[in-house]
């Protein structure tokens, strides 16, 4: 979480901060007990949809496009916990504010690092990323046939889904 110096032509100095890549900061800031659980979890519902119709793998689908990712439940938990704040700095007390922007510290936290207090709490209860949903997506459409495989064991297809 360091700043780097850089030297460009002319001899100024600019300080770049290294930020984690936006699609894998989450991953990234978890711990990795935490990404294998949801990962064997992933292959585990894969291998259950391994046999199933097209029918069955298309509703499995329909419903990943329904599941609340990382940053959705980041965002609906923040914005909550500003407007409690926001409401009750006005009606009650003026240490109220001080929630508002503790919820506006974490997002930022959170949208800068990819990682914020709640964040081990979310992730244990299994919360995924949205990369996570799409390549659980991904090989559900191979297992379904959209795509040509070259294996029918589904951590292989996972893995497949998740290179860059």
């Not at 100024?12 to 979890?41: G, H, M, Q, W, Y």
């Not at 980041?74 to 109220?96: D, N, P, Q, T, Y």
Request: glycine share 6%; hydrophobic share 40%; net charge negative.
């Amino acid at each position: 979480m360091g700043y780097e110096a850089k030297r460009t032509k002319g001899s100024e100095i600019d300080l770049i901060r290294k930020l984690p890549p936006t699609a894998r900061r989450v991953a990234e800031r978890t711990c990795d007990e935490t990404n294998a659980d949801i990962r064997e979890k992933t292959v585990n519902t894969l291998n259950i949809y391994k046999d199933s119709t097209a029918d069955v793998i298309s509703e499995r689908i329909e419903s990943l496009n329904e599941e609340w990712d990382v940053e959705r439940v980041l965002e609906a938990h923040a914005a909550s916990i500003i407007l409690i704040g926001s409401v009750l700095g006005m009606k009650k007390r003026r240490r109220w504010p001080y929630l508002t922007g503790a919820a506006g510290l974490f997002l930022l936290m959170h949208a800068l690092e990819g990682w914020c207090p709640p964040l081990p709490v979310i992730r244990q209860m299994g919360i995924r990323t949205a990369e996570e949903i799409f390549n659980e997506k991904t090989v559900l459409k191979m297992l379904r046939g959209d795509f040509v495989q070259e294996t029918d064991k589904t951590e292989e297809m996972l893995a497949m889904a998740e290179k860059e």
